[in-house]
């Protein structure tokens, strides 16, 4: 079985500093990773995805997240928030041997940014 | 504008009712998914369809049915409703079933059942 744990429901932050959403996982075969953004009345758009290969990957906007296998983990990351960035960030995991209907999603973090 | 449609936008009926959602998958995709979010349970997956088949269930309640139609839109009815039948529900597609994780979201139909 696999789950995701998003730590902190409401993350926020200052105009131009450090974003970072935490991400952990569970997953007994390896699993694929995603990060998905939703903005107010929109559905989920997809951030990043890690598949295989190169454990650091890059997204839109700005964002990145690196893939740790020791630490169970998918942190997303931006240098530098925007307002833009103000939405709901979704992790989700599915399985290599897996189909997309079985993507478990996180209970998400709120991100809201302050001028 | 991720190219999923999906109607209405919003709905309020009251309980023991029945609707029916409306779904158009972007061009070439296949695969078309149902989730439910709520602020208790999250996201929610379902059901799935592939071309007109279905493939696979998650959480979804008998009350609840899906299609596809040749055309590859879908349809999600929700009957003898419930208060706690409210939510976002949102459909998705993609070009196949596999595992890419790509999933193309609409942007939902908001249901309140009073």
């Known amino acids: 079985a696999q789950s995701v744990t998003q730590l902190g429901s409401h993350v926020s932050v200052s105009e131009g500093a450090l974003v970072l959403l935490r991400c952990n996982y569970s997953s007994s075969v390896p699993p694929y990773l995603f990060w998905y953004v939703q903005y107010p009345n929109q559905g989920l758009q997809l951030l990043l995805k890690y598949t295989t290969g190169a454990t650091l990957v890059k997204g839109i906007n700005g964002f990145e997240a690196e893939f740790k296998k020791s630490e169970t983990s998918f942190h997303l990351t931006k240098p530098s928030a925007h307002m833009s960035d103000a939405a709901e960030y979704f992790c989700?995991?599915?399985?290599?041997?897996?189909?997309?209907?079985?993507?478990?999603f996180g209970k998400g973090t709120l991100l809201t940014v302050n001028p | 504008d991720s190219g999923v449609t999906q109607t209405p936008k919003h709905l309020i009926t009251a309980t023991g009712q029945r609707v029916t959602l409306r779904c158009s998958p972007r061009?070439?995709?296949?695969?078309v998914y149902w989730y439910q979010q709520s602020l208790d349970q999250g996201l929610q997956f379902l059901i799935q369809y592939y071309n007109g088949e279905e493939r696979a269930k998650g959480n979804i309640l008998e009350r609840f049915s899906a299609q596809q139609f040749p055309d590859l839109h879908s349809e999600l009815n929700l009957s003898s409703l419930e208060l706690g039948d409210s939510a976002l529900y949102f459909c998705?597609?993609?070009?196949?079933?596999?595992?890419?994780?790509?999933?193309?979201f609409g942007e939902g139909s908001r249901l309140t059942v009073l």
């Open positions: 061009s070439g995709d296949l695969s």
């Open positions: 998705a597609s993609s070009v196949w079933g596999g595992n890419t994780g790509e999933l193309f």
């Open positions: 989700a995991v599915t399985s290599s041997g897996g189909s997309n209907y079985k993507l478990t």
